[in-house]
């Protein structure tokens, strides 16, 4: 076995070869237990063996390191993923086939074994049950068809039932389920309200957000209307990926940080806080994410929402999110996706430099953003074996 190990601030970080196994945990400043016959012992930890290490984290319960997942490690810079985008070209198509979902969702899990494993999917894929036709093109993006912008064309827009529309997303979720057997937990995914009303309102991506800030203060109620659906829409979304495997649901509200505060006060809040009170209200102990890129200007309104852990983006500091978020709030995030791009080495400080400012409770290490495309695969397994080799 070859291995090396450097204690960094209050955690031990373990540097395993590819073959190797940890077989135990440094110790460093732990409680001692005074033994009958003399002497002293460290004290084991107590470390839930039923649980994916996640959940155990996120519920505040001691762990031996922070779990660790990317957001987007299933996708273009695996080349296995490459491959099947190669036979099967259209997005839609490799995310609403059940055995595309599983085995792409799963792609990541076998070469690198994250703590978490989220289902392959888009934020997107609800709009077809919802009566708003759409397609994502290669190159383009999301293309909504048929943009809403009149009260009329929000009563076209149906409210989603899972069960009927994508029935495969559940199926997925399952399988993932049985697959993953408890060693990570399974996570699913939603878009907020705002984040779908603005893509469905602009046509697809915008760099200004002129028309949905445009209908936000020239006709409120025409998209209060739209926000409503979608948070009805997507509080039963979560519930039915809860029901169909889903250990915990993040909630991507990408666009709202597009919002002044005042007005993600009245556009995005009240909606996110809405969908988090009717899935606690039938899914009580169901972690529930939010992540909203650029947030740093929103951050204390964040956990108002109701949810259960904050995923910061790069653009705010850990230790100073950690501190305006206060200390009852779980973190997610927040290494540059970027360094991804760096030397094996400029990856190591920037992952141990995060986790020592994140502390060691109720935090998840991860990307502050998606894994951009580019990033070399080597880079993210030595993300990866630097991640689960720390020891708090």
Not at 49 to 76: F, H, I, K, S, Y
Not at 101 to 117: M, N, R
Not at 182 to 198: C, K, Q, Y
Not at 338 to 356: A, C, M, Q, Y
Request: aromatic residues 8%.
């Amino acid at each position: 076995m070859s291995c090396f190990h450097s204690s960094i601030s209050g955690f031990s970080l373990i540097s395993v070869s590819p073959k190797s196994t940890i077989t135990s945990v440094l110790p460093s400043s732990k409680p001692r237990i005074h033994c009958a016959l003399g002497g002293t012992v460290v004290e084991p930890k107590v470390i839930s063996a039923t649980e994916p290490l996640l959940l155990n984290a996120v519920r505040g319960q001691e762990v031996e390191r922070p779990p660790v997942w990317l957001m987007r490690q299933a996708g273009r810079y695996m080349k296995s993923y490459q491959i099947i985008c190669e036979k099967y070209p259209s997005f839609r198509e490799r995310s609403e086939n059940v055995d595309l979902v599983v085995e792409i969702s799963l792609q990541p899990w076998k070469v690198f074994k994250p703590d978490g494993v989220i289902l392959f999917s888009d934020i997107l894929t609800p709009l077809s049950g919802m009566n708003i036709p759409f397609d994502i093109v290669k190159g383009k993006g999301p293309v909504i068809f048929n943009p809403p912008s009149t009260d009329a064309d929000v009563d076209q827009v149906r409210e989603f039932v899972p069960e009927e529309s994508v029935p495969y997303v559940g199926e997925a979720l399952t399988i993932l389920r049985k697959e993953v057997n408890n060693e990570a937990a399974v996570l699913g995914f939603v878009g907020a309200p705002f984040t779908l009303a603005s893509y469905v309102v602009e046509g697809g991506s915008s760099k200004h957000f002129t028309k949905i800030k445009r209908l936000a203060f020239s006709q409120p109620k025409v998209l209060h209307a739209l926000l409503q659906k979608f948070a009805t829409s997507m509080a039963k979304y979560i519930q039915f990926q809860a029901n169909s495997g889903a250990q915990a649901v993040q909630i991507f509200d990408s666009w709202a940080t597009e919002l002044s505060p005042v007005d993600f006060e009245e556009f995005s809040m009240p909606y996110l806080k809405q969908i988090v009170d009717t899935v606690k209200q039938t899914h009580p102990d169901l972690p529930l994410i939010l992540y909203a890129s650029g947030s740093g200007g929103l951050l204390e309104r964040l956990p108002l929402t109701g949810v259960d852990v904050v995923s910061l983006d790069w653009t705010v500091d850990m230790a100073e999110g950690r501190r305006r978020l206060g200390p009852g709030m779980a973190v997610q995030g927040n290494v540059d996706p970027g360094v991804l791009f760096g030397s094996k080495e400029f990856i190591t400080n920037r992952i141990t430099d995060t986790v020592r400012k994140a502390g060691n409770s109720k935090y998840i290490l991860n990307l502050g953003h998606g894994i951009k495309v580019g990033t070399a695969e080597e880079n993210v397994a030595h993300f990866f074996e630097v991640a689960q080799g720390i020891r708090y």
